[in-house]
């Protein structure tokens, strides 16, 4: 790999991609940083080249992405947007014919990782703890009085997520969710794996806790290591046929099975800084992968006891944004919301 190697990353409001840009300039690559807010924090970082693109859900997303990858000329594509990755797959042959390389999983995985139902239903079939999920017409399953969640079917992080203590209050709730889902609450302590997972389907993991959460985002975690929770996140790994960087999320509970799954992303996770802090490679290795290299499992053992602390910042100051904001009069449907790809209130763990 060329050490400026030009790397587009995408969803660079958020942490994933924020702190992915950041680590991938400091390792010498020429970053084009992305995202659907034009007031997105990484498109102010200092040595980016910045762009707007569409929401992965409008319908100029594919051609503006590869318009710009025609113009911008990338070595290789990292999305940090979970809802951009199947859009993406769609776009395989297009960006192969550009030459821009990614590392995406089969459409099946990325589908399981968005859909919630379809992630309790994979995971169920192959033996794999995870909380009961069910469609509202189905609430009578879940047990009487039990604390329950409702929450959109497909869709990460914190935004219309609301908790509750008992059916009838979730049937309400299932009026204000988009499309939603009701699935049990677990408690215990909650934790992240950061993953790799090689071409072979070898897999590296490093976990940590997630000790202090807000708007979804772990702002302070802390590396551990522990057997059963190492062999889940493996299991799980395995059961949706994860590839490439990807995180698992879940709980480590007093009662069995002792740890529950909840959720996978096909992306980097917004606290894997921490990971790369206590030994991991990670990045470099994913752009080992990326670039059709080994991937060296040897550099991603980690440390447990590591912490890190993450926190508001001021990026950038100045008197003029390097990045145009479109005249809300002419402007996309994408550029009107305002909305990050990966906005704050995502759950980036």
């Known amino acids: 790999m060329a050490p400026r190697t030009r790397i587009l990353v995408t969803g660079v409001g958020g942490a994933p991609g924020l702190d992915l840009a950041r680590h991938l300039m400091r390792m010498g690559c020429e970053i084009i940083a992305a995202d659907a807010n ?24 594919s051609q503006r992405l590869l318009e710009l ?10 999305s940090t947007v979970e809802h951009e990755l199947p859009r993406l797959s769609g776009l395989l042959d297009d960006l192969n014919a550009l030459r821009v390389r990614t590392w995406l999983p089969e459409i099946e995985t990325l589908n399981a990782c968005i859909d919630k139902a379809r992630f309790h239903a994979v995971l169920r079939s192959k033996g794999v703890p995870t909380p009961t999920t069910v469609p509202p017409k189905d609430l009578d399953r ?18 219309n997520v609301y908790y509750c203590d008992s059916r009838r209050q979730a049937r309400v709730l299932c009026e204000l969710v988009p499309d939603p889902i009701v699935q049990e609450r ?5 934790f992240t794996a950061d993953c790799l997972v090689d071409r072979s389907g070898r897999a590296s993991a490093v976990l940590r806790y997630r000790n202090l959460v807000k708007a979804g985002l772990s702002v302070v975690s802390s590396t551990f290591h522990d ?9 799980t790994l395995a059961a949706i046929g994860a590839t490439g960087p ?20 096909a992306r980097f996770a917004g ?24 991937v060296d499992h040897d550099r991603l053992t980690y440390k447990p006891g590591v912490f890190l602390t993450k926190y508001f910042e001021t990026l950038s100051t100045g008197e003029q944004l390097p990045v145009a904001i479109p005249n809300p009069k002419t402007s996309s449907a994408s550029a009107r919301e305002g909305v990050s790809n990966d906005s704050h209130t995502d759950r980036s763990h």
């Open 142 to 159: 879940m047990p009487s009085g039990s604390p329950l969640v409702v929450k959109p079917r497909r869709g990460q992080g914190t935004q």
């Open 271 to 294: 606290g894997f800084p921490l990971s790369e802090v206590a030994g991991a490679a990670l990045v470099e290795q994913t752009l080992n992968g990326l670039f059709d290299l080994p």
């Open 69 to 78: 990858c025609r113009d911008a000329r990338p070595d290789a594509l990292l």
């Open 246 to 265: 990807c995180c698992v999320q879940g709980f480590i509970c007093d009662e069995d099975p002792g740890v529950i799954v909840t959720e996978v992303n």
């Open 227 to 235: 057997d059963q929770v190492d062999t889940q996140v493996r299991r």
């Open 186 to 190: 677990i408690t215990g302590r909650e």
């Open 38 to 61: 034009p007031l997105a924090a990484g498109l102010l970082l200092d040595g980016v080249t910045p762009h707007v693109l569409p929401l992965a859900a409008h319908p100029d997303y």
